[in-house]
């Protein structure tokens, strides 16, 4: 097993055709029935890449994230807690605002917390990120996940409050939440047009097969200049067309290195 050189804490362990991933940990607890192992005294719990887009991005090669051990993040779209708790374990010596609208999720990350003493929850709603600037501060990284229509205007609405000038912007974008008729090659062409406006897109990539019709976006905000949005390009929504079945694919039988 050998550290990643680029993602402080993050192991690989390649099996014949498989690789396997790892985040050193000092928890001997399994939090979402993931693997924890023992190796020369230090341990370490084994992220799953298909239930994470923040790791399928390293699966799939992504160059740089920009999160450093003491990296304080914005989390948008928390959820049950699964990425956070390895990001915890990411910035050991850092913080995670940990942002979620839905009750039901962000009691589990209340729990989650109890153990992750380095992260915070949060129930708002990442449309309005004003409701929450007297808990969040300027952070290194805001990372968004939300699959929702307009998830890079939320995203750039975030950045633009709480990441410092030099800070990176990850963006998990699922193409099928805005447009399901579109190919999702194009809106991901878009997409990476309305960051550059802003932001330098530093690295992208696709996530298939671990996620299809995904792709994560790297930025780096370029100054701390307040973001103008009247020039950033829409993307235009077929509305008549926008409840097309979702075309399904099949997810690969074992893990593989892509
Ligand atoms: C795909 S899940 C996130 C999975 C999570 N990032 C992980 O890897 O474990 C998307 C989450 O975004 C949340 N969400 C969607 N729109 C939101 C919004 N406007 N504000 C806050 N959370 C939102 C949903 O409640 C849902 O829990």
């Given at each position: ?240 067309k926008n409840f097309l079945p979702r075309k399904e ?10």
């Open positions: 097993m050998e550290e990643m050189k680029k993602f402080p804490n993050v192991f690989e362990e390649k099996k014949g055709r498989n690789t396997f991933y790892f985040i050193r940990t000092n928890d001997k607890k399994s939090f979402f029935e993931e693997r924890v192992i023992s190796k020369k005294g230090e341990l370490f719990r084994e992220v799953d890449p298909e239930r994470s887009k923040l790791f399928a991005s390293i699966a799939k090669g992504i160059s740089q994230l920009g999160i450093k051990q003491d990296s304080k993040v914005l989390y948008l779209g928390a959820s049950h807690g699964y990425t956070v708790s390895f990001l915890a374990d990411v910035v050991c010596d850092g913080e995670i605002y940990a942002l979620d609208f839905a009750p039901r999720v962000v009691r589990d990350l209340v729990f989650l917390c109890e153990d992750k003493k380095n992260v915070a929850p949060i129930l708002d709603d990442a449309n309005h990120p004003e409701n929450y600037k007297e808990i969040v501060p300027m952070v290194d990284v805001v990372f968004m996940d939300i699959a929702q229509r307009e998830q890079t205007k939320i995203f750039l609405k975030n950045c633009d409050m709480y990441l410092k000038e030099g800070g990176f912007g990850i963006l998990a974008l699922k193409a099928r939440s805005i447009d399901v008729t579109r190919n999702p090659k194009d809106i991901f062409r878009i997409t990476r047009s309305q960051l550059d406006v802003v932001m330098n897109v530093v690295d992208y990539r696709e996530l298939a097969p671990f996620e299809q019709d995904h792709a994560v976006f790297v930025c780096k905000r370029k100054s701390s200049e307040p973001i103008d949005f009247l020039n950033i390009p829409s993307i235009v929504v077929d509305q008549k694919f099949s997810k690969p039988s074992f893990r593989k290195r892509y």
